[in-house]
């Protein structure tokens, strides 16, 4: 394999991986405190449609982020009502809240830019070089020379692993994962930081929406979010529900969606779905192996109180 | 209190919520229909006048209530045995793959033993999909949810696959299967109208799924399983089987579903098959309240929304995702109110097998 195509194929993993990993990384703070969503797929949805409206209108990819983190963390909000508050099903709510961005953004994207889906570019985010670690070799590109979201998710990582493992609301966050009840006996508000996690949640999965619209594809498809959000809940649990673990898995599932590009440079003789497929099925594998070493929040899926 | 009362009383708390959360959705949908900037009222009138206006729009709501009613009853069997099952629109995919691939070899065969042969390999097809998921749970412990849900994608490969590739129709035109042969064509009920007898079929399957989860020791034990899988293991109950069980059960019946809209409608398999029935199901299933005389009603219900917002979209120029919003903000009523408590359990747990 020559160095170009090496290059190419690393440069589609991390942009493939960027999408995954902010998603990823939600759903572990959300999970931690005991809190699965399913709605990461519709929060993906939204937070794309959102950054390209706000790129649209105000002209500037910043603003288009911040309005996917806004929009993100709104949803985020409103899905700690249902399950927080009232103690709905998670499972439930979640499937709920992917209909209902898809109806959202099927709606107001016709609404705004007209039924014929007029192509429809925006600037976008344009990537930024780090000076001399640009130069490295397949790794310079591919990590390198990124827009500012894949960096801010890189670094993310060990700001989220830190906080988790040493400091004080990380272990709050962590109680009310595993014992919601003992928490509440050493004074931590379970209602309070399951809701911050959930908003948290919704921000960081728009993130990844808004990096698809203005860094991967530069516009707005319905449905573009193509099932990431469910591939980044299954990142989650492939990484073991650690930081680090997410991002490695986000980067290996990222090459599994990479392939798809690359399968014909690379000289494979496989049929397209198949490296469509790829990543769902090898999450089914991993999970498979898995059995009984992947510890979930031992209160994850459960309401508190009553 | 008089008995009368305290049965008025009961029959209110289970018909006034989601008479409220449909007000709620319809209202929010008008809403959105503003700000979409089209007029409610006329979006509106043409969802009605689509759905009930006609006597063809009576058929077509016929027609979107089959699937949706089958795969209600799917999720339903399932979320009663308290597993998970978010797959039920792969499962409907590989009921439609078996016709596709069955009914075109058929074609040598009586209509009475064609039509029963496609379909039985439909709900196989269905069931083994959704037993995947079952082994990967009772031998591996792998959480369903996730594995349906991967489950799904898979057999959208599956079906992208096969239409791009080993299915694709003779003549090699369109990325589509051939159409199967005449005789493995689930007949229509009215000349000139679409509905068919597969609602039918749906209708029996409701009367069955009842029977079997209220009145036989298996759908006791799958119930058992879902309300406390703890006692009901104590209780000497096999829950492991109830969990296998019930999740075959109701990926063959989203597996017949899909064969029967395959059979009756579409007569071909496609990239597109499925407006997302699989998913929809969901929300039938709660609004039936897990219940097949209620999972009947809601299955009107969506397939008369279905039906009627095509109509809308044509007319009113509102794009009919709106629908999505509408079964959405059905979901958010009904589980604030926590309606979708059944047999005074909220869901909360999840079977260990």
């Known amino acids: 394999m020559d160095l170009s195509l090496l290059t190419a194929l690393a440069t589609s993993m991390v942009t493939m991986a960027v999408p995954l990993l902010l998603p990823a990384l939600g759903e572990l703070i959300a999970e931690r405190a005991g809190v699965i969503n399913i709605g990461l797929e519709g929060l993906i949805l939204v937070g794309a449609f959102a950054a390209l409206i706000g790129a649209w209108f105000t002209g500037s990819a910043a603003l288009g982020v911040a309005s996917a983190l806004a929009a993100g963390a709104l949803l985020g909000a409103g899905f700690s009502f249902f399950v927080v508050q009232r103690n709905a099903n998670q499972v439930v709510a979640g499937t709920a ?60 990582v060990p700001c989220i692993a830190m906080a988790l493992a040493h400091t004080v609301p990380g272990l709050a966050l962590r109680m009310v ?37 203005l860094a991967y594809a530069k516009t707005f498809v319905e449905g573009m979010s193509a099932g990431r959000g469910f591939i980044a809940l299954a990142i989650v649990i492939v990484g073991r529900r650690s930081a680090v673990g997410v991002a490695l898995a986000a980067l290996f599932f990222g090459f599994a969606s990479a392939l798809q590009f690359h399968f014909q440079a690379l000289g494979l003789a496989v049929p397209f779905q198949f490296f469509l497929i790829l990543p769902y099925v090898l999450t089914l594998l991993v999970l498979a192996g898995y ?7 031992a209160a994850l899926g459960q309401p508190y109180g009553r | 209190m008089t008995a009368w009362s305290s049965w008025g009383r009961a029959r209110g708390a289970v018909v006034l919520p989601p008479a409220l959360a449909l007000l709620i959705a319809l209202g929010i949908g008008a ?5 979409a900037g089209a007029d409610p009222w006329l979006a509106l009138g043409a969802l009605a006048q689509g759905a009930f206006g006609s006597a063809d729009a009576w058929s077509e709501v016929g027609v979107r209530t089959c699937p949706l009613l089958l795969t209600g009853l799917a999720v339903t069997i399932a979320f009663r045995a308290g597993i998970w099952n978010i797959g039920a629109e792969g499962q409907l995919l ?35 999909w959704a037993a995947l998921a079952g082994l990967l749970k009772t031998a591996r412990g792998v959480d369903e949810v996730i594995s349906t849900i991967m489950l799904n994608f898979i057999a959208l490969g599956l079906v992208g696959y096969l239409v791009h590739g080993p299915l694709m129709e003779a003549s090699g035109a369109y990325p589509q299967t051939d159409a199967v042969a005449a ?43 879902g309300l406390n899988p703890v006692a009901a293991r104590l209780a000497g109950l096999p829950v492991t089987g109830a969990v296998l069980g019930a999740l075959t059960l109701s990926g063959a019946l989203a597996g017949l579903a899909g064969g029967i809209e395959l059979s009756a409608i579409t ?60 079964e959405a903000i059905v979901i958010f009523s009904l589980i604030a109110v926590e309606w979708t408590r059944v047999g005074g359990r909220s869901f909360n747990h999840q079977v260990k097998a």
């Open chain 1, 291 to 297: 059995v009984g070493r992947s510890p979930a929040p």
């Open chain 2, 267 to 326: 007569f071909r398999l496609y990239d597109q098959f499925s407006p997302g029935y699989g998913f929809t199901a969901i929300a039938v299933a709660l609004l039936g309240r897990l219940h097949p005389a209620g999972v009947i009603l809601a299955a009107v219900f969506f397939g008369a929304l279905d039906a009627g917002a095509m109509a809308m979209q044509r007319s009113a120029g509102v794009s009919s995702v709106l629908v999505s919003v509408i």
């Open chain 2, 31 to 35: 809403l959105v229909i503003a700000l």
């Open chain 1, 177 to 213: 994962g595993e014992n919601p009840y003992a928490a509440e006996t050493q004074g931590v508000a379970v209602r309070r930081t399951r809701t911050l996690a959930l908003i948290v949640c919704g921000a960081l999965a728009a993130a990844g929406g808004a990096y698809l619209a």
């Open chain 2, 183 to 225: 005789t493995a064509r689930l007949p229509r009920l009215f000349a000139g109208y679409r509905l068919h007898a597969g609602l039918a079929i749906a209708l029996v399957t409701a009367g069955l799924t009842s029977v079997l989860l209220f009145r036989t020791l298996f759908g006791f034990a799958m119930r058992a399983a």
């Open chain 1, 97 to 156: 809240l992917n209909l209902l961005a898809v109806g959202l953004t099927g709606v107001a994207y016709r609404a705004v830019f007209g039924v014929t889906g007029a192509a429809l570019t925006i600037a976008g985010s344009a990537p930024i070089s780090i000076p001399l670690l640009d130069r490295l070799p397949v790794l310079g590109p591919a990590f390198f020379t990124q827009p500012p979201l894949a960096y801010a998710a890189f670094l993310l």
């Open chain 2, 94 to 128: 590989v009921g439609a793959v078996a016709v596709a691939w069955l009914g075109t070899g058929v074609g040598d065969l009586p209509a009475w033993l064609a039509i029963p042969l496609v379909l039985a390999g439909a709900a196989l097809g269905g069931g083994a």
